[in-house]
């Protein structure tokens, strides 16, 4: 059946976990905007916070993105935190104004902030309000992206539980794929789907809002990102079903995650084998070589996205890599168990940060690659260690088959990089 | 409540910040919540800084806003100084921070730390990143400054220079390499590589030089009242205000001064005929006050280019621009919304911008070359070599960067003459910038057009079927070109007539590394 083997050492469900709980070195919820607005291409973004949210926005995409972005600022200023009627007051005309200027925008997302939720601007009131003013032309969610709330990727979670409540009602036999993929990988992802049989398909989010994801009691769902949590909450509430499995990174994840769809729709095997064989003999053909710098070398993941324990499990069992310490800012056995239980025991796993006593850990371990923020890499890149930023992870095609090579190429780059480089001075 | 897209200045913690990244021996603890970490790597990404900003952000979050913020702000005001061992610390809030209303200051006084606390009040709400840095530093001279004897000979400090500056870490070696030629030691240079101790000694120089205006000011003056040290007002970035400045120096220290000006090339370059066709070039400016004031200079007396716009986004430095529009006879432009920038560009539709990492999209989106010459940065205005912007040097520096964006001098006559040409056509921008070409992404069958006349032709025998040239559409256009060359050399070697969706997966699985 080729199901992936559990590690002859036990897995990584039940070993202790270290909760730290101090100066965390990550991105806010905002940041998911960044790829959100690329992804759903009639939906536009108004953080409601201040000028260190816009400042974010701008700086994590670390280039501008120019052509008038789908995403802006409504910066609070005095006059907003002096007196609360104002505040929507002045969003109403700040939103009445950029819808008229921008008529092609269908969905818009009020972002709630730290400013915002510590004052407590009501942002779902607000919601609702401009919905009925702007409806039917465009329909208006809230989410919270604030820092005090959602760490990095949580921002997509929280996006995505905002429109499970709106979705239409459905008895069908469906499957919901949920996650945000780069065009090009859901369009392969959906061949596959195809190709197996399996359908209908719908996909949360959706490219635009016409299209017809629904929900119900019938549909099944698959996540293609760890981070989901809040949104799988959302959809087993409207009666919906989580199909288990590990996340569809490398040729292992991709096919356990296929297969976990494939059975529960009744695809034969026969089937199975003639849709995966030639992309998984591919897949696995271009990860042993882009995975040769790999081989043998130790790695240490500061959490930062929820991606690290499936491609702690994509590293180590695919890749040759031993895990020193696979770092997650949250864990939820429902969608990190199964990628826990083929993750081969021996690396700790800890849960939260305190970054200063993890940087120490990650100087005495002195492993062969880490993946850290962008705010850690240089400094440590210039005590001698190798470092993948993980924020790459979450704006490059990584999943499935194709991206395979490609994924372990992103964490390859840096070693061979280092061994490429001969600038040492002569001795 | 104002919309914004772009913004030229971060929040006021971020000036606070790159005062606390500029020096050494000083801590920064933060109130703030886990997202405003991301500040950290616009020093280690932006600047290429190779260690951490010595911030401590408390990292507060939803669950312990009921409960205990201070308690969290005390701890990790302890855990810095313990575990960073610095000479002093600055204490603040950022915007949410200062909503929650827990008066680090007060917290900090009251822990009994054996070094100096010095409290931050930065109002998120009404000011920007350069207020904050202003700000801070003043607050840091205030506080540690002692009086003490002037030194024997004749000193000066250099001041403003920060961590993200524009140019200042090659601005602060021009700038003391030219005032030691006049004789002028440098004592201290801060805040840039300044230590707590060095602010102390601040007094003992005879007297300032203000390199940046937009996060010096404060300090200066406060020098110059309680110190009794006079300041430079003249910032030396062109040829004519380097020169004023050694006269503004020579009457501070009132003796004449003479400098030997046999590295200053930028005078016979822009006197040299492939100069000519800079005359009267139309140029529209827009940056921080500093840089746009002295750019306008050179602009207009030293290019030979004429000014059609002027503006800039501090608004602190309003007043000195709106006087100088009115000498150069146009509208000064003072904003911080790129909207109204963009606005004012297309109305002018001048040939050339001098701005920021701002105006030079703004620039890419109307075809207009520019130069940025300003703050907000990018990780390009952190060049590896030396590149200064003031004195000498720092006019044959500018002099390069003005004219880079820029067609030279015969070449704008032949692009003119064989605008034909497929290859040589004016749209094809200046030679020298080779990666550039508009025409990159114009080729509708995914190629680059220059990559493909360069190579061998396709042989007719190989087909792209239409699904795999619809997925070649997909891939990003920077890589298009090589995806496409991979995937018809893997087709050629295998033998095979067709290019499927499958060869291209196949191509692309036997060229990953
Ligand atoms: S952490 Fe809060 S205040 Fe900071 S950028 Fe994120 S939402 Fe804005
Ligand atoms: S090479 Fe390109 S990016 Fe650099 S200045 Fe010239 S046009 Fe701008």
Redesign the interface.
């Known amino acids: 059946m080729n199901a992936p083997m559990p590690p002859t050492n036990g897995g990584c469900r039940n070993a202790p976990v270290l909760k730290e709980r101090?100066?965390?070195?990550?991105?806010?919820?905002?940041?998911g905007i960044i790829w959100l607005h690329r992804k759903m291409q009639d939906a536009f973004f108004?953080v409601?916070g201040?000028?260190?949210c816009?400042?974010?926005l701008?700086?994590?995409a670390?280039?501008?993105i120019?052509?008038?972005?789908r995403?802006?600022?409504?910066?609070?200023?005095?006059s907003?935190?002096a007196g609360l009627a104002d505040?929507h007051d002045?969003?109403d005309?700040?939103v009445a104004?950029?819808l008229e200027r921008r008529p092609d925008i269908r969905q818009l997302f009020l972002v709630g902030s730290?400013?915002s939720?510590?004052?407590k601007i009501d942002l779902a009131r607000a919601a609702e309000r401009l919905s009925q003013v702007h409806a039917p032309h465009v329909r208006v969610l809230n989410y919270s992206g604030?820092?005090?709330?959602t760490?990095f990727t949580q921002g997509e979670d929280a996006c995505l539980a905002s429109m499970v409540p709106v979705l239409k009602d459905t008895t069908a036999r469906e499957l919901l794929v949920v996650g945000a993929l780069p065009?090009?990988v859901e369009?392969q992802m959906m061949s596959l789907l195809d190709d197996l049989g399996v359908g209908p398909v719908r996909l949360l989010p959706a490219r635009r809002i016409d299209e017809t994801t629904a929900v119900g009691s019938n549909t099944v769902f698959a996540l293609t990102q760890p981070f989901l949590g809040d949104t799988h909450a959302a959809l087993e509430r409207r009666g919906a079903r989580h199909i288990a499995a590990p996340f569809p990174f490398g040729d292992e994840g991709t096919t356990a995650w296929l297969r976990a769809v494939a059975t529960e729709f009744g695809v034969s095997e026969a089937t199975f084998e003639a849709v995966t064989a030639?992309?998984r003999a591919?897949?696995r053909?271009?990860?042993t070589?882009?995975s040769e710098a790999l081989r043998g070398k130790s790695v240490f993941f500061f959490p930062d996205s929820q991606l690290e324990i499936p491609l702690a499990r994509f590293l180590t069992r695919e890749c040759g890599m031993t895990a020193v310490e696979v770092g997650s800012p949250y864990i939820h056995d429902a969608l990190h168990g199964p990628d826990l239980d083929l993750l081969p025991a021996g690396p700790q796993i800890s849960e939260g940060q305190d970054v200063?006593k993890q940087l120490a850990r990650a100087r005495a371990a002195r492993p062969d690659l880490t993946v850290c923020?962008?705010?850690?890499?240089?400094?440590l890149?210039?005590e001698g260690l190798s470092t993948k930023w993980a924020i790459e992870l979450v704006f490059t095609p990584v999943h499935f088959y194709?991206q395979a090579?490609?994924l372990?190429?992103l964490f390859?780059r840096p070693l061979?990089r280092k061994s490429v480089l001969q600038l040492e001075a002569a001795e | 409540m104002k919309l914004t897209v772009w913004t030229y200045e971060g929040p006021p913690h971020v000036g606070a910040m790159r005062v606390a990244t500029a020096m050494r021996g000083l801590h920064y603890v933060l109130h703030a919540p886990q997202g405003d970490t991301y500040a950290d790597l616009l020093f280690t990404m932006i600047e290429r800084r190779d260690h951490r900003p010595p911030v401590s952000y408390t990292t507060f979050q939803a669950r312990d806003l009921g409960s205990d913020t201070a308690t969290l702000f005390k701890t990790s005001c302890q855990d810095a100084v313990e575990r960073f061992d610095p000479q002093a610390i600055i204490v603040g809030a950022s915007c949410t921070a200062e909503l929650i209303q827990d008066d680090p200051a007060g917290l900090a006084e009251t822990m009994g730390l054996s070094i100096p606390v010095i409290p931050l009040e930065l109002p998120s709400y009404q000011r920007k990143e350069n207020f904050g840095a202003d700000e801070t530093f003043y607050q840091i001279v205030k506080h540690l400054a002692r009086p003490q004897d002037r030194t024997a000979r004749v000193t000066c400090n250099i001041l403003g220079p920060t961590a993200l500056g524009f140019r200042h870490r090659d601005d602060v070696e021009e700038l003391t390499g030219l005032l030691s030629d006049l004789g002028v030691n440098v004592n201290v240079v801060a805040p840039l590589g300044a230590t707590p101790d060095d602010i102390s000694r601040l007094p003992a120089a005879h007297f300032n030089v203000l390199l940046s205006p937009e996060t010096g000011e404060t300090a200066a003056r406060w020098l110059e009242k309680n110190h009794d040290q006079p300041h430079t007002k003249i910032v030396p970035i062109g040829v004519g205000a380097t020169r004023d400045f050694i006269a503004e120096v020579g009457d501070i220290i009132q003796k004449p001064l003479l400098i030997d000006e046999s590295r200053l090339r930028m005078p016979w370059w822009s006197r040299s005929v492939d100069s000519t066709y800079l005359t009267g070039k139309r140029v529209f400016l827009f940056g921080d006050g500093t840089h746009v004031a002295a750019h306008a200079r050179i602009a207009r007396d030293e290019m030979g280019f004429e000014v059609v716009g002027i503006g800039c986004y501090n608004r602190e430095m309003a007043r000195p621009i709106r006087a100088l529009a009115k000498d150069y006879g146009v509208e000064a432009l003072i904003t911080d919304d790129y909207l109204e920038v963009e606005a004012a560009i297309e109305a002018l539709s001048p040939e050339m911008i001098l701005g920021t990492q701002m105006e030079r999209h703004i620039g890419k989106r109307l075809g207009i070359p520019c130069a940025v010459i300003s703050a907000p940065v990018h990780v390009q205005d952190y060049p590896a070599r030396y590149s200064p912007q003031v004195g000498f040097e720092g006019a044959n520096v500018i002099f390069d960067t003005l004219i880079h964006p820029l067609v030279m001098g015969l070449e704008e006559h032949l692009l003119t003459m064989f605008r034909d040409d497929f290859e040589f056509h004016d749209a094809a921008g200046p030679s020298h910038h080779g990666g550039h070409s508009p025409l990159m992404d114009q080729d509708a069958s995914g190629g680059s057009f220059s990559a493909k006349m360069k190579d061998e032709p396709l042989p007719d025998n190989v087909v792209w079927l239409s699904d795999a040239e619809r997925e070649l559409k997909k891939i990003p256009f920077f890589v298009r070109g090589k995806a496409r060359r991979n995937t018809e050399t893997f087709a050629l070697e295998k033998g095979l007539q067709e290019i499927s969706l499958n060869t291209l997966y196949e191509a692309k699985a036997h060229y990953a590394r």
């Open positions: 101090g100066q965390r070195e990550v991105f806010c919820g905002l940041t108004l409601v201040s000028r260190t816009a400042h974010l701008q700086s994590a670390g280039v501008m120019f052509a008038e972005p995403f802006g600022t409504a910066i609070l200023e005095e907003d935190l505040a002045e969003l005309r700040e104004r950029l730290c400013p939720e510590v004052i604030s820092g005090i709330e760490t065009d090009v369009d030639a992309p591919r897949a053909k271009a990860i070589q882009a200063d923020g962008l705010g850690l890499a240089n400094p890149e210039a194709e090579g490609d372990a190429g390859s061979r």
